[in-house]
DNA sequence: TAGTCACCTATACCAAAGTATAGTCCCGCC
DNA sequence: GGCGGGACTATACTTTGGTATAGGTGACTA
């Protein structure tokens, strides 16, 4: 019977997602409720096949958590959980090594299938989750931001002045000011804190 | 067997839970994805004796969700689930006439007993839920805010400029500022952007 | 009654944010 | 070669944001 360790810090929704899994009897299931924890328990049991992680964990820090785990476990099957996460992160998630990408907008029986698929070596990746929906993928107005542009957002959503921007990515305040002056057109918002406040809506930073 | 129904747009973590709860035979469940939907099943089955919300979700806009629904069904029992609130959050819920609050860091045992609980005609609160993590309760700088200053908190996180804030508020634009310099002064943060992010980290608006 | 506090307004000043225009450099592309 | 685009800098300007100080009102309270 294949080993699954699934890690999330929500003991209540990581137990019943472990609970459901075990109840079908197709699995044996483990847990762990950080990044830490996972990857301790997949060194002392080396026999697991499918490693789930949540993308907002103590210790993922983004997509960062799921390189870690890739890198330190190449062979392992990964797959990744969220509720927030958009269709650019999970084609992200994808790219960097996972080999399924599990939103909790899914049903239980499609998870279970899910997994099956994942386990049997497939990719498992829902095209389709949140399309109707409102704003699930990244708005094309962040994919026309330059890199400069980006890293500007990036130092914005920490709420920095232009002084500091200027001094983090060694440049000039007048050239910050030439990027935030794109960013909040190419977003169509008036000001930096809305910008600030936009990207965080979209758990881009 | 008491009915419950429970209401979670997440359709993995609501069919997870109901399947747990459904597999303790105790409970007899039903589900729905949104605040709307659950108010319509429960005027078509008046015989639900716990309603289950969680605290994100389509339809609940913080806790006006709960009053609505409490106004709906005066009768009912009603008990709050979420992954992110605080203790504040919780205190304001009960206050609002939840009867229970299951935070979903609590353990599946865990929240099975606080059902049986909420069902038993108890109110159930876990006092200790978050007390050494980290910021779980809202810090004292944002109680420190007067009435004002929280109105113009709230308009920061929207991203409005001071004129924009005084013409909702019907102030004058010097007041506004005055009111914004207090609030930055008493969250200990530098501007705006940085006064509008950590109030949406801390989920007050 | 005096004190305190939240709230509002006013004037004034300086710093920061945002706009506009123009020009340089580098690199990839037709 | 010429072209365009991204990144960077510069100058100059207007608007907004934030600070400082001072003063007026009403409400609640010792």
Chains 1, 2 share one sequence.
Do not use: W
């Amino acid at each position: 019977m294949p080993n699954i360790l699934i890690a999330d810090d929500h003991d209540l929704v990581r137990d019943t997602i472990a609970a459901y899994l075990e109840a079908s009897g197709e699995f044996k299931l483990l847990t762990a409720s950080n990044l830490d924890e996972a990857l301790e328990k997949m060194g002392g049991m080396d026999a697991i096949d499918l490693l789930i992680l949540d993308y907002h964990m103590p210790g993922m820090n983004g997509l960062a958590g799921l390189e870690r785990a890739r890198k330190a476990y190449p062979a392992t099957r990964i797959a990744m959980l969220s509720g927030v996460a958009n269709r650019d992160v999970a084609n992200k998630a994808m790219e960097q090594g996972a080999d399924g990408f599990i939103p909790k907008s899914l049903t239980a029986a499609s998870m279970v299938n899910a997994i099956r698929f994942v386990l049997a070596g497939e990719r498992y990746f829902p095209f389709d989750f949140g399309t109707a929906e409102a704003a699930s993928e990244t708005p094309a107005a962040f994919s026309d931001l330059s890199d400069r542009e980006m890293q500007t957002l990036e130092q914005l959503c920490i709420g920095l002045s232009n002084k500091e921007i200027a001094r983090n990515l060694g440049i000039q305040e007048v050239t910050v000011k030439l990027h935030v002056k794109n960013v909040l057109s190419k977003l169509g918002v008036a000001n930096r804190t809305q910008a600030a406040l936009l990207a965080k809506e979209q758990h881009l930073f």
